[in-house]
């Protein structure tokens, strides 16, 4: 298996602009997360999803942040508009039911917001 | 929010030298998770904690669920260059989805 895809790998743009962020998941794995990185936060959950609904996103940290699960292999993280605050490392991760050992992290996005 | 207070934030240490980390919580947890990050990789599982008191081993690697369960450590013996990353504990809390993420120590070992 490939693994968690996530593209792209790096994305520099400027504030104001709209920033998409995918990921494919593991195939036959139900949940999925994006997760974003930062110095000062740590890791932290933004949104997560199972079998394509999304459950919780409480973590969103605000309106210009949307995630969308149209079907089960692909996901999007849409920042619209960007600002430099956004800057960071963001993840997703895809896992098979409750197993917490089958819960695989993506090689990350980094996102710089000029 | 829930919260994970990992310990130390960061370490520098001798190679060969063992590694000791740990993670508090005020919540009562019902798995703990112990994984690492190399530099421009995601996180990776090491250690999957399920019952208090479980202690468990993966090469030089041991990690404990605290009886209380709200707590858990991570031994790490004769470190070696490649033991150099970010170390997170996780925590999944009874019958919720997700997991919550400590933030992380920074392993430096030297040479």
């Given amino acids: 298996d490939a693994g968690v895809i996530q593209s792209p790998r790096h994305e520099v743009t400027e504030m104001g602009q709209e920033v998409t962020l995918r990921c494919k998941p593991i195939s036959g794995h139900d949940y999925l997360f994006w997760y974003r990185q930062t110095m000062m936060r740590g890791l932290e959950l933004l949104i997560y999803f199972n079998n394509n609904v999304p459950i919780d996103d409480s973590g969103m940290p605000e309106d210009r942040f949307s995630a969308k699960m149209p079907n089960a292999s692909f996901s999007t993280l849409k920042i619209q508009p960007s600002e430099p605050r956004d800057s960071a490392v963001y993840f997703c991760a895809s896992r098979l039911g409750q197993v917490q050992e089958t819960q695989y992290f993506g090689p990350g996005t980094r996102l710089l917001v000029l | ?111």
């Fill in chain 2, 1 to 111: 929010g829930q919260q994970l207070n990992q310990s130390p934030q960061s370490m520098f240490i001798q190679e060969g030298e063992d590694v000791s980390m740990n993670c508090t919580s005020s919540s009562i947890f019902n798995t703990w998770l112990w994984y690492k990050q190399d530099p421009g990789e995601g996180p990776v599982l090491l250690i999957a904690l399920y019952k208090a008191g479980e202690l468990t081993s993966n090469g030089r690697l041991t990690a404990q669920f605290g009886i209380t369960r709200k707590d858990s450590f991570l031994n790490i013996s004769a470190s070696i260059p490649s033991d150099v990353g970010i170390y997170f504990c996780a925590g999944q809390l009874w019958r919720d989805d997700k997991i919550i993420f400590g933030k992380g120590t920074r392993l430096h070992i030297l040479p």
